[in-house]
């Protein structure tokens, strides 16, 4: 094994993080190194956006010539910019730890608007040279302006702050390897499984060449095998489409928690910047788990879809399937009354379980300034950001009571109101050991509209247990309909009609209820459509 490496790292700032923090790792075991600066053509073309140069190894070329040439032992790379195939004779040899893989939206305080999904103003301009950002945030706020924007990390956060653009977005993992003081910027870590990131963002690939066994030894010791097998599963679906990094795609792959080689898949993909992405969801623990996703961005069919909720045309949920074909119908089978409350007691949180519960409570009642929010999904927090709280809590799984555990354990000693419906469950506060510490009060009670029949669809998608109650007094469900259940609660009643194991989201928001639809229908035996 070599002693004493040479390593070939880009000019910037955080290029040279990157470098310096694998030689680290390296001196930790007893390897000593120094760092070469290699200028990429990546580094020299600034006037074309990152859609059109990404992935094609305008980052890494010239640090793989450099290999090859035997003028450095080891390339370090954001494993991202890597194209899917490797110039003949070189190999990835290791991977580091994964860095947060979110996207960051950095936003001028004055174009921030906690009321609006993503938290920017209306009609803002936000800066991204990435198609894979821009179909994202176009899928969320239609009223964006993109414009694009070049340069290293910290030259973009100042054209942000000279005024250039209300908000930018960046990997999060640059800016907190950076540790770059943001303090006067209102900052958005956004959930990855949301918006999409790319394949194996915020990981690092340590390059060698293939039959350099010392180096490869080497670095085998800073090597992370479990990081590994996620981004494979990422890196493969870019390798079904060709390796086309300039095609809008993202990629998010994490084992499931205590199930071994069990893996959950996100995945965004639309064929230019100006479309909605098709947007995928898949746990599985099959080794074609990469096919399966292909097949299912590119072999999805139009259905028509009726769901137990008012629909507008303006949902999130509504636009990601009508622009891709499918025929949307729906209306709430039940009506929403609201309770009268004169009081409610004091506490340190109020955990909202509904939309309907942030809506009938905080339309009563004005909490105090230093009560902390709750949300049992990102759905319901959605709602209560428009009443402008923001939630200190979130809930992001469909099993209410591992939510109810999570929030127990969080809450600790503190008390906590309950805003609920008549006949509540109660399943959250089912999950703290001492009871002392809930006050529930009822604001609303779910009525039922009386027996009617539902327009016939291929699909249909059951909101709440009492719609689902709602819609067998009159409606059955055919053999060739899928069903899909808002959550385990919902699917607990369909099961009492004798619908087994209905397909459920996997969390709570409008893009989890749209690519659970688009899940619905490929072609298990056609080859990937890449």
Known sequence: ??????????????????????????????????????????????????????????????LEDALLANEIDLAVHSHKDLPTTHPEGLTVAAVSYREDPSELLLL???????????????????????????????????????????GNVPTRVEKLRSGDFDGILLAAAGVERLGLDLSDLYVIKIDPTEFIPAPAQGVLALQTREFDTDTIQAVQTIH?????????????VLNLFDGGCQLPLGVYCRKVENEESTFSIWAAKADNSDETPVCIYLETKRDDAPEIMVRKLTQYKPASVFITRNVSQSDLFYRMLS?????????ALIDIKMIPVKEVPETDWIFFSSKHAVKYFLRQHKPKHNTKYAAVGKGTAEELRKFGYKPDFIGYSTDTRLTGKQFAATVKNEKVLFPQAKGSLR??????????????????????????????????????????????????????????????ATTSSLEKYNIKKPRQVDSFSETAMARTVFSLYYDENKAPQA
């Open 1 to 62: 094994m070599k002693n004493h490496l040479i390593i070939g790292s880009r000019g910037s700032e955080l290029a040279l993080w990157q470098a310096h923090f694998v030689q680290d790792r390296l001196r930790e075991k007893g390897i000593t190194s120094e760092v070469r600066i290699i200028k990429t053509q990546g580094d020299k073309i600034q006037h074309l956006s990152f859609d059109k140069i990404e992935g094609k190894g305008f980052f890494t070329k010239e």
């Open 323 to 331: 622009e891709k074909g499918y025929t949307v119908n729906g209306y």
């Open 224 to 236: 992370d095998a479990d990081v590994e097998r996620e981004i494979a599963i990422e890196r493969k």
């Open 427 to 488: 399943t959250i506060q089912k999950q703290f050991s001492d009871q002392s510490q809930v006050a529930n009060v009822i604001v609303y009670e779910s009525i039922d509209r009386g027996e009617e029949r539902v327009p016939d669809s291929e699909v249909i998608f059951f909101t709440s247990p009492s719609n689902v109650e709602a819609f067998f007094k009159k409606n059955s469900v055919r053999p060739d309909q899928k069903v899909i259940a808002m959550g385990h």
């Open 108 to 150: 001028r305080r004055e174009a921030v608007d906690e009321k609006q999904k993503l938290e920017f103003k209306k009609n803002a301009v936000i800066g991204t040279s990435s198609a894979r950002r821009k179909t994202q945030l176009r899928m969320f706020r239609p009223d964006v302006t993109i414009k694009d924007i070049r």
